[in-house]
């Protein structure tokens, strides 16, 4: 028999004996069980080792570059909390660049997480404090003070907290066609970048005529030509990739030729992977279509989750898992396998665009964190019990003045673990392309003062005296 609602807050009230909320602000780094360069490094096994140097140069280049490609470094951080118990599908990588916006099925654009690598069925506040984090870290780098990130988290974990109640009193088919569609200026900002980001603008952008047709450029080291034969088992895995989605998408995807093939870097946290590139026509010029085949290899998440339902497929785990996060979903996401690897399959830069520095300035910071907040409450409040959770929250600002806490403590650490980096880099540890230029611009343009460190101890002093209404942020 299914549980009533009131059966389900109960569960999540009960939650509160297995971690109170103002306990989430705990973590003790001392704790720590490995070095830490020597873990990321393990965590690159398979990847392509001519390529790494690429990712630590990304990483070393800034506190926030060293987190967005320092999973496995949170997740074993995280693993041994105490949490709630209560499940929701995570995002895995939640940080202020995993939201963006794309074109929906229906051709409107959207604005929500758009990012799934690393993503699983784990506790939900796992998310919530990674993006705590990255608000910290990447408000610092746009130049905001300390109690103006303090500030962005606040709002973040309340907007979390209040949209997780609305979503626990809606009707479950409500719930699920729920989709964000309100504007603050920073989203604004990043949809007018997405409307401009036409299959036939990415044709300019990414490809030259050449012999009267049309090929990728060559950009070395990020994007390149590869063998016939490794385009051609490219190219052979679209056969199985089309069997995974709906028969009507791939009656369309089917219309289409492959024209090119290259080899892209993308992202941080990726770079290391392999990852196709391919430029597909519908018959005819003004009709390009481009198509990502992306490597994937298992969440970082996954060992300390053992009990947590995965796909066999790690593609179909990245294409699944964003399916049940978001409410609308690229029309060719799919997932394949070449020579034994398993890759996630969707358009690349299709009306996409994401989040940059000067929309995190000031007043932006702390809108985009309302958004943050309501997306990734919307994405467990989907694919978890957004009633037992909401119940655990509560109404008052503990939860949120625990998260404010735990995001500048540990984007404090992260401060010092990405200058372990830079002194691993130095030492010849880790080998990363273009560092003695990125270090020397760095002295010159005094980058390094502005990530400064602020005490644990003022980050836990209440912003405010605790409220107990459900507002919706506005």
């Known amino acids: 028999m299914t549980a009533t609602r009131e059966e389900r807050r109960q569960r999540g009230r009960v939650c509160r004996n297995k971690v109170k909320r103002v306990d989430q602000a705990n973590w003790d780094p001392n704790a720590r069980k490995d070095d830490v360069v020597d873990l990321l490094r393990g965590a690159q096994r398979g990847r392509l080792p001519a390529l790494l140097p690429i990712k630590w140069n990304h990483m070393a280049a800034s506190p926030f570059g060293f987190f967005r490609g320092a999973?496995?470094?949170?997740?074993?951080?995280l693993a041994p909390l105490p949490t709630t118990g209560l499940m929701a599908q995570l995002c895995g990588d939640a940080h202020v660049q995993n939201l963006g916006a794309f074109e929906a099925p229906d051709g409107r654009l959207i604005f929500d997480i758009n990012?799934?690598?690393?993503?699983?069925?784990g506790p939900w506040e796992w998310d919530v404090k990674r993006?705590?984090?990255?608000?910290?870290?990447?408000?610092?780098?746009a130049g905001n003070s300390d109690k103006q990130c303090r500030d962005a988290v606040l709002t973040f974990a309340r907007c979390y907290r209040v949209w997780m109640h609305r979503f626990s009193e809606m009707a479950f088919v409500e719930l699920a066609r729920f989709q964000v569609?309100?504007?603050v200026d920073p989203v604004r900002s990043v949809l007018h970048k997405a409307e401009r980001a036409t299959p036939s603008h990415n044709l300019d952008q990414l490809t030259v005529l050449q012999a009267g047709r049309h090929v990728f450029r060559?950009?070395?080291?990020?994007?390149?030509?590869?063998?016939?034969r490794e385009a051609d088992a490219a190219v052979a895995s679209l056969q199985s990739y089309a069997h995974t989605l709906l028969p009507e998408r791939a009656h369309f995807f089917e219309q289409y030729e492959v024209e090119d093939v290259a080899f892209r870097v993308v992202g941080t946290g990726s770079v290391g992977l392999r990852d196709y590139i391919l430029l597909m026509f519908g018959g005819a010029i003004y009709d390009p279509l481009f198509i990502q085949i992306k490597e994937e290899h298992g969440s970082a998440y996954a060992s300390y989750l053992p009990h947590s339902p995965v796909a066999k497929h790690e593609g179909q785990r990245v294409a699944e898992g964003g399916r049940a996060m978001q409410m609308q979903s690229d029309i060719f996401l799919g997932w394949t396998t070449i020579a034994g690897r398993q890759y996630v399959v969707r358009q690349l830069r299709d009306h996409k665009a994401g989040i940059e520095e000067d929309d995190l300035k000031g007043k932006g910071l702390v809108e985009y964190a309302q958004m943050c907040g309501e997306l990734l409450s919307k994405g467990h409040a989907r694919s978890g019990d957004p009633c037992a959770i909401a119940a655990y929250l509560g109404n008052n600002t503990r939860f949120d003045d625990a998260m404010a806490a735990f995001g500048i403590h540990y984007a404090n650490q992260t401060v010092k673990d990405w200058e372990e980096l830079?002194?691993?880099?130095?030492?010849?540890?880790v080998h990363a392309e273009g560092y003695s230029l990125l270090a020397k611009r760095a002295r010159h343009k005094s980058v390094l003062s502005a990530f400064t460190l602020v005490p644990v101890e003022r980050a836990l002093r209440p912003a405010r005296p605790e409220r107990h209404d459900k507002t919706i942020p506005t």
């Open 71 to 77: 999973v496995p470094l949170i997740a074993a951080d």
């Open 115 to 121: 990012d799934f690598d690393e993503t699983i069925v």
């Open 131 to 141: 993006m705590a984090a990255s608000l910290v870290l990447a408000g610092r780098e």
């Open 181 to 183: 569609y309100r504007e």
């Open 218 to 228: 060559d950009q070395k080291p990020t994007q390149y030509h590869i063998s016939k």
């Open 422 to 429: 830079r002194r691993a880099i130095r030492a010849g540890k």
